[in-house]
């Protein structure tokens, strides 16, 4: 009777003492999953161009999407650490097929501000639910957002620029092998100045 009344307290106690409240789980749990689908999405998007022969815009976006598992492995691994149960979530199909490779890296961009407007709701429900230190957490992930919606922007400038003649596709391609690289020697940068 009294070990009962004991797990029963304890039990209680251990509800009261997780740092994360059920709405805030959920939500983390759904940006898990909005950041895995793009990570597959971004997988197909390079299989697509590795189909068609633009392997600049391959690397590209395998690079992305290395990164976008790398967005949802943070959040998995903070909702553990707050004594949350993170989620390994069902991801859909994503298009195999794509029109041309400007209007795939419209729909990259789309996808990127989709992803900024979630993390923007989850600041809010944050400030609502006063959890502060998912709110400082979720700092990252804004700025994330701003390079990376700001990164896909310059990209379709530049295709804009380069335009619609014979050979688009090659420079199109070319410009993005080079942005690739520069961002494999930004990130060997960042992992030296860490090390
Ligand atoms: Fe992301
Ligand atoms: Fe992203």
């Not at 998007?45 to 949802?72: P, V």
């Not at 795939?104 to 989850?122: A, D, F, M, P």
């Not at 600041?123 to 700025?143: A, G, R, S």
Request: hydrophobic share 40%; aromatic share 8%.
């Amino acid at each position: 009777m009294h070990l009962v009344l004991f797990n029963s307290i304890n039990l209680i106690t251990n509800k009261k003492n997780q740092m994360v409240s059920k709405k805030i789980e959920k939500a983390l749990n759904d940006q898990i999953a909005l950041e895995a689908y793009a990570s597959f999405l971004y997988l197909s998007m390079a299989s697509w161009c590795d189909q068609q022969g633009l392997e600049g815009t391959s690397k590209f976006m395998h690079r992305q999407s290395t990164e976008e598992l790398s967005h949802m492995m943070r959040i998995f691994h903070y909702l553990s650490e707050i004594d949350g149960h993170a989620i390994s979530p069902a991801i859909k199909q994503a298009p195999l097929t794509y029109k041309s490779v400007r209007e795939l890296l419209t729909q990259v961009y789309k996808h990127e501000q989709k992803v900024t407007t979630s993390i923007h709701k989850l600041v809010n429900l944050c400030n609502k639910e006063n959890d502060y230190t998912t709110l400082h957490f979720l700092q990252w992930y804004i700025d994330e957002q701003r390079e990376e919606e700001a990164l896909m922007r310059g990209i379709l400038d530049r295709i804009k620029l380069i335009g619609n003649g014979p050979q688009s596709l090659y420079f199109i391609d070319k410009e993005l092998e080079k942005i690739n690289q520069a961002q494999a020697a930004m990130e060997a940068a960042e992992a030296d100045a860490g090390a």
